[in-house]
């Protein structure tokens, strides 16, 4: 028998074709059409309905369809039998880690060690899985001792077993240090608490001021600050007061600084500790200082004592000093000259300091030196001033030239002035060495001060 599709012969009685998948009508079919429509007259239906009727159906050829039926169990059984391998390998490698972390929250150390020595080479994956454990044992435990869960023993205890694996060294060191503040911490708040119970108000709350904000004691340590502070801030202000009178300015400083601790913007902290600064800043002036008013500047110049407000002060004997101009509104500025005077050139183009070994330099542009012919002689010099980083990198962005500006000029210049032994030298067409005087790391130092009290002073502003 023929298919009328595909026109392949296909055994007889088939209902498919199984070439094509053609479905073939059953015998009598086109009869029992005929029988029910006699007069042949058709219905009112679409022809395009009829038509569809008599598509073939697209369903796949019978020898794909019974390939699917007699294999398909076979598939799904070797999918399962792929997943159990995939599983049983990332089990396999897994297992000892979850063992040892098992073992490790259960507080079987030894066990748990003994687990990673039978690992031998540990994989970096399985490396990885303990660091990330590790590192929250590690952190819950600091967290636990803060808030009293743990002694500070059982804490440090946890440390050491984690430690032994060698896998987090750095976070175990952060982690003894902050367990040794959490310490220290703990017990500022026991005698804290004593000295107040004892009527030594002072001394409580200079202890309770040092308990740390994660510390489980923090918040009473705070009410109790509260409590006591009206009391504690009159007599640190008496103690000020009493020291300032007496001329000792920072040991007044010091006894207001420590209300800051407390209340930083307190209105009658910040004014005490401005009068203390003022009070250390004239007296400064007036005892380690020549200083002139310019009007013509609106500025007032001061100088080391015996100095000059009016010429450069650098000689064959003066190689470094400092100078600070203020204006009206206490606008401080700070400079720091090095230069010499002797009978030959040297167009210095560094100077190099020597601290006690440390070295620093300051490379010297042609046009930042300045030069003058005297009689007989001739002189070579340059000034830097201090300035932030920003403010230097917003300069250089617009092309502005800032040789004479130094970021680290104030550190480096108490490094020079605190050193046993201070030496300068001007590099060029051959070089003259200077040893700091005492005189001179005295100067430095005096202004210094007195830049940093003006600061202070404009920021309190």
């Not at 009508?25 to 006699?38: F, L, R, S, W």
């Not at 490790?104 to 303990?130: C, R, W």
């Amino acid at each position: 028998m023929k298919c009328p599709s595909c026109s392949g012969e296909i055994p007889e009685q088939s209902s498919f074709c199984n070439l094509c998948g053609y479905k073939i009508e059953e015998p009598g079919a086109n009869m029992t059409e005929t029988e029910n429509n006699p007069n042949g007259i058709e219905d009112n239906e679409p022809l395009e309905s009829h038509a569809s009727q008599d598509e073939p159906t697209q369903t796949p050829p019978k020898n794909i369809l019974n390939f699917i039926r007699k294999y398909r169990a076979l598939t799904i059984v070797a999918c399962f039998v792929l997943f159990i391998g995939i599983y049983n390998i990332v089990h396999y490698n897994n297992e000892p880690t979850t063992k040892i972390s098992e073992y490790f929250i259960a507080g079987s150390y030894d066990q748990a060690h003994q687990v990673f020595m039978g690992i031998g080479n540990a994989t970096p994956e399985q490396k990885e899985l303990l660091k990330k454990f590790f590192t929250g044992q590690i952190t819950e435990s600091v967290s636990n001792y803060a808030k009293d869960k743990i002694t500070l023993e059982k804490a440090s205890d946890i440390l050491d077993r984690i430690n032994i694996y060698d896998l987090v060294p750095n976070d175990i060191s952060a982690a003894k240090t902050r367990l040794a503040e959490l310490k220290k911490s703990k017990n500022a708040y026991i005698l804290g608490k004593q000295n107040i119970q004892n009527q030594k108000t002072t001394e409580g709350l200079d202890q309770l001021v040092l308990v740390d904000k994660e510390d489980n004691n923090y918040q009473d340590a705070q009410q109790i600050i509260s409590k006591y502070f009206p009391d504690y801030k009159k007599d640190k202000i008496d103690k000020a007061e009493g020291l300032l009178a007496s001329n000792k300015y920072d040991e007044a400083l010091a006894e207001i600084i420590k209300l800051n601790k407390y209340a930083s913007s307190d209105n009658e902290i910040v004014e005490e500790m401005k009068k203390i600064r003022l009070a250390k800043l004239r007296a400064l002036i007036a005892t380690s200082t020549t200083s002139t008013f310019d009007d013509m500047k609106q500025e007032t110049i001061i100088v080391p004592p015996g100095f000059s407000t009016r010429y450069l002060n650098v000689s064959n004997n003066i190689n470094i000093y400092p100078e600070i101009t203020v204006t009206k509104e206490n606008k401080a500025s700070l400079y720091v000259w090095v230069g010499f005077q002797q009978r030959d050139w040297i167009f210095f183009q560094k100077v190099i300091f020597n601290a006690d070994g440390e070295i620093f330099s300051w490379t010297v542009n042609f046009q930042d030196r300045h030069t003058q012919v005297l009689w007989g002689s001739i002189s070579e010099w340059v000034g830097q001033v201090p300035a932030s980083p920003e403010e230097i990198a917003s300069l250089q962005k617009y092309g502005v030239d800032s040789s004479l500006l130094n970021a680290d000029l104030i550190n480096q210049m108490r490094k020079l002035a605190n050193a046993k032994s201070s030496k300068i030298r001007f590099q060029g067409q051959g070089y003259r060495d200077h040893v700091v005087t005492d005189d001179e790391k005295a100067n430095l130092n005096n202004f210094l001060d007195l830049y940093q009290l003006y600061c202070d002073l404009n920021m309190a502003s």
